[in-house]
């Protein structure tokens, strides 16, 4: 698990290199904060931290995840939802623990495989019909 973390005043936003599955969430939500075509391609300090914290909260898959320095943790969503995409994929947000290659993850959301042909199981790598 490659973790990088990137702070600002107000935020650090956390990036985790082996759930992230491009779904562009981050990079369409705030291209000030999220330039893939920039080293750090991460910067929070771009934008207020509420805004960023909004931004991440959408990433379908927990890749991005972070915490205000004014001690208030992301929360994860409740109840625990689920919901299928209209290519298969399975969304998850909530309290979750994720059993995958890696071992047990305790996850706030997932994007997971609906077809069963992922080569990253449970996780959806887009490569299948529910990839898109």
């Known amino acids: 698990?490659?973790?990088?973390?990137?702070?600002?005043?107000?935020?650090?936003?956390?990036?985790?290199?082996?759930?992230?599955?491009?779904?562009?969430?981050?990079?369409?939500?705030?291209?000030?904060?999220?330039?893939?075509?920039?080293?750090?391609?991460?910067?929070?300090?771009?934008?207020?931290?509420?805004?960023?914290?909004?931004?991440?909260?959408?990433?379908p898959t927990n890749a991005l995840t972070y915490d205000l320095?004014?001690?208030?943790?992301?929360?994860?969503?409740?109840?625990?939802?689920?919901?299928?995409?209209p290519d298969g994929r399975l969304l998850l947000r909530g309290e979750l623990v994720v059993e995958g290659p890696d071992g047990e993850r305790e996850l706030m959301r997932a994007m997971l495989c609906g077809c069963g042909t992922s080569a990253e199981q449970p996780y959806c790598d887009r490569s299948g019909a529910c990839g898109g």
Request: hydrophobic share 35%; net charge positive.
């Open 1 to 59: 698990m490659a973790v990088k973390s990137y702070a600002a005043q107000g935020i650090t936003v956390h990036y985790d290199t082996a759930l992230c599955r491009h779904a562009a969430e981050c990079v369409q939500g705030l291209p000030r904060v999220f330039d893939t075509t920039r080293r750090p391609w991460i910067d929070p300090a771009a934008e207020p931290p509420a805004a960023i914290a909004e931004v991440i909260r959408r990433c």
């Open 69 to 85: 320095t004014d001690g208030h943790p992301e929360q994860p969503d409740r109840p625990t939802s689920i919901r299928r995409t």
